[in-house]
């Protein structure tokens, strides 16, 4: 509180008590600096720092900063600062708690001994009074989450607290793409517990780290009042468990549900190469997927042959590269997607007309009727969408999958007709979220380039600036650095076209006249996951 009476060094003691670290040079969350009278501290659960001013052992002044450019926010009177992590007790509680583990371990290691496992007895000793001796002296332990039980005087067994135990009891809970969540919900708990026994058994855990855990679903039913489900191809769960169900048919743009055509096997990717050239001809798109990540690759290799703008999309691709390659689909970098499971749930995808679907009569999870009517559905923003199977038989999944995408486009028909609605294709912006995540990752220095400046002090600011680089980087001040790259590279280039002025030459100044802190860039045309090389 602003006024109030302390010193810095008992509050940098109280916060390191609290799971802060202390790092005087970079300054992320859940770390404080101290520099002079002004302690900076960016805490675990906010995107602002927080700067308090000390006039001898007064506080003077609370501010809220920008962590990245120091820019003051605000000016507040007081400031709550909460623990660094979750797992934070008194000093009281603290001892009951170790005695509780110190009797687990003698348990434990009797148990080991009597079944003649000494190597498990051994790991578990020496793990745990390490974790014991860690808690004494500095209140916290590398894994202190699975002491939580003895941390948190819970009993054995009990549910651990969560989220939800914070709402209010009439709140309500929106489960999207239900069908995956639910049974998502089911293995939360169940591999948790896989992983939780096989530590536990070889002697890398106490028993009581089962406690540390996710709600069991029968707990997260108990906690649960009142919940919507949605799903375009809603499970058993939610139809059995839903007093009213809505269906969302009627699209505001009037749009269809795409049509289903099935064709044989035989012949599919010469087909297929028509089809994708069609809808190339006309500026649309296609998604084609596959089974499997082999097959993915190997056609969009043969597709690529054939001079198709074409990537392929599964889980070896990290996020941010698919959001990449989707976007650059929709800006027709590419004009075809490949893929297998990706292809799915929550893809919204105007430009795509064409959806084909290789091996469809394959029953299996990537050929349920789910799957089958989630992957159709990526047809459904456009006016013309369309999607083939190529198979040789009809299997039930795929029965069910045309039969549900052709009873909703005659609904949608219908409603169309006694409405004098013209279908309308969706126009939506093509956004670019990468390039704001980087822009945060790397900001650019605020300043501007000092056009009229003579020569010979653009040399000498430049070479002040490298050598002010140089101490940052050696500082650890990695972001001071590269904003002061940034502004010597441009002084650089203004520097050589007053160069080529001067001489009389007419010729573009080079893109990196000078060496420089190296910058890491992607090749031009290099394929998505592809090595990346250094300019220098």
């Not at 010979?456 to 070479?463: N, Q, S, T, Y």
Request: hydrophobic letters at 35%; aromatic letters at 6%; charged letters at 35%.
């Amino acid at each position: 509180r602003k006024g109030e009476r302390t010193n810095k060094q008992r509050l940098a003691r109280r916060l390191i008590e609290m799971q802060y670290e202390r790092n005087d040079y970079d300054v992320s969350r859940a770390r404080f600096r101290v520099r002079g009278d002004t302690m900076e501290i960016m805490p675990s659960y906010e995107d602002v720092a927080v700067r308090i001013e000390f006039f001898g052992d007064d506080v003077d002044r609370i501010v809220e900063i920008d962590p990245l450019t120091g820019e003051l926010l605000a000016e507040r009177d007081s400031i709550d600062i909460y623990p660094a992590k979750h797992f934070v007790t008194s000093k009281e509680h603290l001892g009951e708690a170790l005695d509780d583990i110190e009797r687990e371990l003698e348990e434990r290691i009797d148990w080991f001994k009597q079944h003649d496992k000494l190597l498990e007895a051994q790991r578990i000793e020496h793990r745990t009074r390490y974790d014991l001796e860690m808690l004494r002296e500095t209140g916290s332990c590398a894994g202190v989450e699975n002491y939580s039980q003895p941390l948190g005087r819970r009993p054995r067994g009990s549910s651990p607290w969560t989220l939800m135990d914070y709402f209010p009891d009439d709140f309500l809970l929106l489960i999207d793409e239900s069908h995956l969540t639910i049974p998502q919900l089911h293995g939360m708990f169940k591999g948790e517990m896989a992983r939780k026994d096989s530590l536990i058994d070889f002697g890398f855990r106490l028993p009581s780290a089962r406690d540390n855990r996710p709600l069991n679903f029968e707990e997260f039913e108990g906690r649960v009042n009142q919940a919507i489900y949605v799903s375009a191809t809603p499970a058993a769960y939610e139809l059995e468990h839903s007093s009213q169900i809505v269906e969302q048919v009627i699209r505001p743009t009037g749009l269809l549900d795409p049509t289903i055509e099935v064709k044989p096997t035989k012949g599919q990717i010469d087909d297929l190469l028509e089809q994708i050239g069609k809808r190339v001809a006309r500026g649309e798109r296609a998604l084609v997927t596959t089974l499997t990540k082999r097959m993915a690759e190997e056609l969009t290799d043969y597709l690529a042959e054939a001079n198709v703008k074409v990537h392929y999309l599964h889980s070896e691709i990290d996020t941010l590269t698919r959001t990449e390659i989707l976007r650059d689909l929709r800006l027709g970098v590419y004009d075809v997607v490949v893929g297998i499971n990706l292809l799915r749930e929550g893809l919204d995808l105007p430009e795509v007309s064409l959806v084909a679907v290789l091996d469809a009569d394959k029953e299996g999870y990537l050929r349920s009727a789910p799957s089958l009517i989630q992957t159709t559905g990526r047809a459904a923003r456009h006016i013309d969408g369309h999607v083939i199977m190529y198979a040789d038989r009809e299997t039930d999944s795929m029965r069910q999958a045309i039969g549900e995408t052709d009873r909703r486009r005659a609904l949608q028909e219908a409603w169309n007709k006694d409405h004098g609605i013209t279908p309308q294709g969706i126009v939506k912006e093509v956004r670019d979220i990468t390039a704001g995540l980087r822009q945060v990752a790397e900001p650019r220095a605020s300043y501007e380039v000092r056009a009229g400046m003579p020569k010979d002090e653009l040399a000498r600011v430049i070479k002040e600036l490298d050598s002010q680089m140089k101490g940052a980087a050696k500082q650890l001040e990695f972001e001071k650095a590269a904003m002061l790259r940034d502004e010597m590279v441009d002084l650089k280039r203004l520097l050589v076209a007053q160069e080529v002025v001067d001489r009389g030459l007419h010729a573009e100044p080079a893109d990196d006249p000078g060496p420089g802190p190296a910058r890491s860039t992607r090749t031009r045309g290099a394929p998505y996951g592809g090595r990346r090389r250094r300019r220098r």
